[in-house]
């Protein structure tokens, strides 16, 4: 009988409302929940049945029961959290951004290799199964070489500059929040991390990034155009555009359908893998086989690392650094 993992779940924010109804849908509970305030971590506690209600994040890493920390509070308690969390022998499952920067994220790279233990971003587009299907088919060679991927996402948000979307006491910005998708979706069609980046930005009243254009350029020549905003709304949509077809992948961030059209006769196929609803569900799943097998290289923290790097690029070249930040 295969181990089953006591997961705690730290946050009790909407994301961590959703992986605890993600663990019910599998039929099992969290372990415990911790959250920074005890109101909201009781509620989601008790909501998801979970076991263990802690008073922190720290009560949690320190318990000998815990297996693997699930990390959904605010980007700019990523690291720190992350690195209490390894250093107790804990395996962390973070949501996106990991990190706020390269230097965070290499450090806590570092700390995982010492210790033996899985690190990963909860990144639902690296474990769709309509992903999987679609990367096996395009190594094959059957719709022939990516050359030219075009990614839009955006949300209208109003000018509450309180909310996270706006705040950057929260690491505020679309680049985290939205880019990030977008950004990670690209790398997986890309065969090498990009190389040469170039952006425009618009700036929100805080300092922040609300909306961006961004051209990426790898050293195979693949070429990605990303379109980011948190004051309009566009599209999740994404178009690859290989030699002898084209993919697009409407609400690409839990996307389970996709439809290619044949370059030379117009010819629609759709493709269909996986369900939008599982997609947390897809993610606990990889990440108990990438602690049971100590083979992590399904959790795709290369890709995280690179998409890390360009937004850190990004951010240096726009001026945005949020406080008390060093990258």
């Known amino acids: 009988m295969e181990k089953t993992f006591n997961w705690v779940i730290v946050g009790a924010g909407g994301i961590a409302g959703e ?115 679609l990367w096996q088919r395009l190594a094959a060679g059957e719709w022939g070489k990516v050359q030219l991927i075009q990614l839009n996402f955006g949300s209208f948000k109003d000018y509450d500059m309180t909310n996270r979307f706006f705040n950057p006491e929260l690491a505020g910005g679309a680049l985290l929040d939205i880019g990030v998708y977008a950004l990670s979706c690209a790398r997986s069609f890309l065969a090498s991390a990009p190389d040469q980046v170039l952006s425009r930005v618009k700036l929100a ?59 030379a006769t117009g010819a629609v196929t759709q493709i269909q893998a996986g369900e939008t609803g599982r997609a947390l569900e897809y993610e606990v799943t990889a990440m108990e086989q990438a602690v049971r097998t100590g083979d992590a290289s399904a959790m795709w923290l290369g890709w995280s690392r690179d998409v890390m790097n360009i937004m850190t690029a990004l951010r240096r070249e726009w001026g945005v650094r949020y406080p008390g930040e060093e990258y």
């Open 19 to 133: 992986m605890a109804s993600a663990f019910m849908a599998m039929g099992r509970q969290p372990y415990g929940v911790a959250g920074r305030t005890r109101e909201k971590a009781q509620a989601l506690a008790e909501r998801c049945g979970a076991e263990k209600l802690y008073e922190s994040p720290q009560q949690a890493f320190e318990d000998p029961n815990v297996d693997i920390v699930y990390l959904a509070t605010p980007h700019n308690t990523h690291a720190e959290l992350i690195e209490q969390a390894l250093a107790a022998g804990k395996h962390v499952l973070c949501e996106k951004a990991i990190t706020l920067n390269s230097k965070e994220l290499e450090r806590c790279v570092t700390l995982a290799g010492q210790k033996g233990l899985v690190l990963a971003e909860a990144m639902t587009i690296w474990h769709m199964p309509l992903y999987q299907e």
């Open 205 to 263: 009243p805080t300092g922040v990034d609300e909306q961006a254009v961004i051209l990426l350029q790898n050293p195979e020549n693949q070429m990605a155009t990303v379109t980011m905003s948190l004051r309009s709304k566009l599209p999740k949509r994404a178009v690859i555009g290989c030699e002898r077809a084209y993919i697009e992948i409407d609400d690409y961030p839990r996307a389970r359908s996709a439809r290619v059209v044949d370059a």
